[in-house]
């Protein structure tokens, strides 16, 4: 269980394949690793990077879930595949809504990268060391929300940016600490520079964190063959169980969701929760089962949240959504 597909039986001798994708660093090596592989895979197949900005690249200082969340990251190349500008897409799975447009499907699913969350501090050793009242950078609700929860005492600064973006502000000298995804840092070959990896039980990760996801038309059947071989099934398991879980919620970047699948033996254990912004309330729990039943684990999961309090916690941030001027 696990092992990539077969390498399909692709009709004709395909010349080229447009990937569409964001045209920061990070993502930039994200597409080109999977052009990499389709070149491997497939002998004389020409394969280009199409470099698309989205709304989320436009804004850099406003907090996503000021401005939409999380579809601002696809929307402008998923409206490219279905004008047939390009072929596919290659996206963080932690950007990609619930809700795809019709036509549109999640073809594969790469092998996970480390899900987790990690600190990087100038000074401090580990979170727990971080000075009493000290700055922590990080723009996701997520991550406010858990972090809060455990040290009430640091000041949460808005954090956007590239990864190296980021990290130059950090070394500037206005935060003590920043929280970034392991999975772009080591990607990028700067895992020297984490401090500590966040345990899931101080920081869950979330939704398809660590993970690529591979979109295009649905009814493309040389795309879709082509890719197969990508789809790696152990890590699309879980990433759909998590998936399930967050639209059972109806949840984005504007509300404090997280959760974590990780297959052990033929069993999924998923861990998941919902916070307040503030971190004063978190709801937490965990489900085991076959991993045939991953995404109605995700739904049961969902619904146990909702019954111990998340449904109130979303209905708050729903009001006060309403109730908040949209940005400039």
């Known amino acids: 269980m696990g092992k990539p597909s077969a390498r399909p039986a692709v009709s004709g001798d395909p010349e080229k394949v447009l990937i569409g994708t964001r045209g920061s660093q990070l993502a930039l090596y994200q597409a080109g690793s999977i052009k990499t592989q389709l070149e491997h895979l497939y002998s004389g197949l020409k394969v280009e990077l199409v470099k698309i900005k989205t709304t989320g690249d436009k804004i850099t200082d406003v907090p996503l879930a000021k401005v939409g969340g999380k579809g601002l990251f696809v929307k402008e190349i998923e409206e490219a595949l279905l004008r047939g500008e390009i072929d596919l897409a290659v996206h963080s799975m932690k950007d990609v809504p619930v809700t795809l447009p019709a036509g549109l499907h999640l073809s594969a699913i790469t092998r996970r990268e480390d899900p987790r969350d990690v600190l990087i501090s100038r000074k401090a050793k580990s979170f727990r060391d971080l000075p009493q009242g ?36 950090l070394d500037e000298g206005a935060m003590a600490a920043i929280v970034l995804a392991a999975a772009g840092v080591k990607r990028l070959g700067w895992e020297d520079r984490i401090t500590e990896y966040l345990d899931p039980s101080v920081s869950l990760p979330a939704i398809g964190q660590g993970a690529l996801g591979l979109e295009c038309r649905v009814e493309d059947a040389r795309i879709n063959a082509l ?102």
């Open 134 to 169: 000290g700055i922590l950078g990080t723009s996701s609700l997520r991550r406010q929300a858990q972090l809060r929860h455990l040290r009430p005492d640091l000041r949460i600064q808005p954090l956007r940016g590239n990864l190296d973006t980021r990290l130059r502000k």
């Open 227 to 328: 890719l197969a071989p990508l789809n790696h099934a152990d890590s699309s398991r879980c990433v759909r169980a998590e998936r399930a879980f967050l639209m059972r919620l109806s949840g984005g970047c504007q509300v404090p969701i997280a959760a974590h699948a990780r297959l052990e033996g033929e069993e999924i254990l998923l861990d998941g929760l919902v916070a307040g912004v503030e971190g004063k309330r978190v709801i937490r729990d965990r489900i085991r089962g076959h991993w045939t039943k991953g995404e109605a684990m995700g739904i049961e999961l969902a619904e146990r949240l909702l019954s111990k309090g998340a449904a109130a916690i979303l209905n708050e941030i729903d009001q006060a959504g309403a109730n908040e001027p949209a940005p400039p």
